[in-house]
Each structure stands twice: as C-alpha cells, then as structure tokens.
C-alpha cells in the first residue's frame, strides 16, 4: 500500500512538472501570443525604419455568360516606405509606390513617389500609362513634384486649422495604453526555425483574437474624446452613444464575414523583433451580396529593413502647388478663382 501510493504521488509530480513545461513552452501560451505584440510595440517605439511591401487582390468577375469562365482583374500595389523620427513632431516619410490594374492580359500602371512632413504633402507621379484619347494630358505633372499644403487648403475652404490638443507623440503614447498588454494575436501554430532571406527566423502562424479588436475600437473612440474641444465633446459623446448601441452586433456580423482571419508572422531569431508579416484570404462573394463577383483573394506581405537606422528624407525644393496644378485639367468654360 506504501509502495502504491509513493508510486502515486511520484507519478502525479511526473504529470505535475510535464504540465507545468508544456504551459510555459507551449506555443498557443498566452505568453507565445505576447511575444508578437512585443514585437510590434517595439517597431513602433523604432524612430527610423522601412517598410517594403505587396499587397494584391485578385477578382473574378462574372461575364453574365453562363457558359464563359468568369473573368480574373488582378490589382496590385507595390510600396517601399521609410519613417524618419517616428512619432515625433519633426516625423517625415517617404514612399515609393508602383500600382498595377491586369485584366486579360492588359496592364495598367502607375507609379510615383511621396514625401509628407506635418501638414505638407509632396507627391511625383514617374510612371503613366499610354492612353490614347488623354495621351499629353498629363505631362506637365509627370516627373513634377507637387505640394499639397493641408493648412493653406483648409483657409481656402473657409476652415482655419485647429490648435492640437495632444501632440503626435502623445496621441501615438494613447494608443499603446489602450493596446498595451492585449493579445491581438493568438498563436495558432509556432512553425519553429526558418531561414528566410538569409536570415535566422522563427515562424508563427497567429489567428487575430475578434473580442481583443473589439474592445480596441471601443476604447479608440472613447479615448479620441480627449481630443476635443468641450463643443465638440458634448456632439461627439452622443453620436458615440447611438453608434455603440449597435455596433457589438454589427461587427460580429461583419467578422462572420471574415472568419478565420491568419496572419503569419516572422522574428528575428537573435532578438525576436519583426522581419515580415503577410496574409492571404479568400473570400466568397456572396458574403457580401455581389452578385456580379464570384471570389476574391487578398494577398499582402510587409518586410520591416533597417530599424533603429537614422533615415534621411529629403524635402522637395522646387515643386509646384496643387492649386496650380488643378485648373489645368479643368474645362476652360469653368471659372477658376
């Protein structure tokens, strides 16, 4: 009976200590999930980084032909971004963009660059594509750096711009509260050690968590009151109030739609910050009610290069304003102010 029973209790310590590695080591570990939004905190805390991505969809089309196989448009979107003092009052990006439209055959781009800095945006279109009937129409912009500036564009419309309540390195602190310690991210499978690009990864494939995205947004919205005037606030606080009352059933339904939403996710293997990300998702179209579409795919991955790397991002010294650039492609019996 003694034996029996010593053989019991060093059995049970066995099962004990076992349980306790798997709940420590397991990937699907609440810890494991942490270990992506870690990883992402700490791109965002990143003053200088680069982004490099795809993101394509494909569509099928319905011809209205019973008999002919509906028709794929392909769209992609080809984007290489770099971030100079993220988050930060002096914060400048700078981005390079190649957009694609593909439908049997025939493909349509379009490609430019863009600067922002505060309220001022600077943009050059460097690829067009040949259209007959506009071909020459936009010369004069092509290789031209244009300025939009956000300040001088609302005193036009009759809206003086706004003294900031926060700064953006406030608003950004804001957000990191509402999200900080949530598990966006629940790990559905940990892929272990890859070599991807050359470099030392470790692979996981996440499942986005709907209740944690949920009461992110509700915590947004509530959040962004703060950054009213008391006017403002009083309106604000009341629409909130009419939209919430409906919004928890209206996102599950929209979720419905959307489920299972997988992101893969690649960490450094060294220090386990944030090398690529992507998703893939097809959809049914009559999820949401269009007839005239059978499916569609979505495809994006993002490479995260050069973090903690000071950029420098140079602001255009010769452009054009945007309000001399508009009247150009208007009709000439149109007065221009």
Same mark, same amino acid.
């Given at each position: ?23 420590? !080591? ?32 494909? &569509? ?12 794929? #448009? ?8 770099? %971030? ?23 493909? &349509? ?28 129409? @936009? ?9 939009? *500036? ?10 003086? =711009? ?8 406030? @608003? ?12 966006? %991210? ?10 991807? *690009?050359?470099?030392? &990864? ?8 709907? /209740? ?8 947004? $919205?509530?959040?962004?009151? /703060? ?19 409906? @919004? /928890? ?5 929209? !979720?419905?739609?959307? *489920? ?16 690529? #990300? ?9 999820? %949401?009610? $269009? ?9 994006? #991955?993002?490479?995260?290069?050069? &973090?903690?790397?000071? $950029?420098?991002?140079?602001? =255009?010294?010769? @452009? ?8 150009? %492609?208007? =009709?000439?019996?149109? =007065?221009?102010?």
């Amino acid at each position: 009976m003694i034996k029996k029973t010593l053989l019991l209790v060093i059995l049970g310590g066995v099962i004990i200590i076992i349980a306790a590695v798997l709940i420590i !080591w397991s990937p699907f570990s609440p810890n494991a999930s942490l270990i992506i939004e870690k990883a992402i905190t700490k791109l965002v805390d990143s003053k200088d980084f680069k982004i490099e991505g795809k993101i394509s969809a494909e &569509v099928w089309a319905k011809t209205g032909d019973e008999n002919k196989e509906p028709q794929k #448009v392909e769209v992609s979107l080809l984007i290489s971004e770099t %971030f100079s003092d993220s988050g930060t009052e002096d914060a400048k990006t700078s981005s390079d963009f190649n957009l694609t439209f593909g439908v049997e055959g025939i493909n &349509v781009n379009v490609g430019g660059e863009i600067v922002g800095v505060k309220d001022e945006i600077y943009f050059k279109v460097t690829t067009l594509p040949t259209i007959p009937f506009l071909e020459g129409s @936009f010369d004069s912009i092509k290789d031209q750096w244009i300025k939009i *500036d956000i300040n001088n564009i609302r005193e036009q419309l009759g809206q003086l =711009p706004k003294e900031e309540a926060v700064s953006q390195e406030e @608003f950004i602190n804001d957000i990191k509260k509402i999200a900080e310690g949530k598990n966006y %991210f629940k790990i559905k499978k940990n892929l272990g050690k890859e070599n991807l *690009d050359e470099l030392k &990864v470790i692979h996981y494939l996440t499942r986005v968590d709907k /209740e944690t995205i949920k009461d992110s947004i509700i915590g947004l $919205m509530d959040a962004n009151k /703060e950054y009213l005037s008391e006017e403002e606030k009083g309106i604000y606080e009341n629409e909130l109030d009419n939209f919430l009352k409906g @919004f /928890e059933e209206n996102f599950d339904t929209a !979720w419905e739609k959307i *489920d299972p939403l997988e992101i893969d996710f690649w960490l450094h293997e060294k220090d386990s910050s944030l090398y690529q #990300v992507a998703m893939e998702k097809e959809m049914s179209a009559k999820d %949401f009610e $269009m007839e005239e579409i059978e499916k569609i795919k979505l495809n994006l #991955v993002f490479n995260f290069l050069d &973090v903690d790397k000071k $950029m420098e991002i140079i602001i =255009p010294k010769e @452009f054009k304003p945007i309000e001399e650039i508009i009247p150009l %492609f208007l =009709p000439e019996s149109l =007065p221009v102010e």
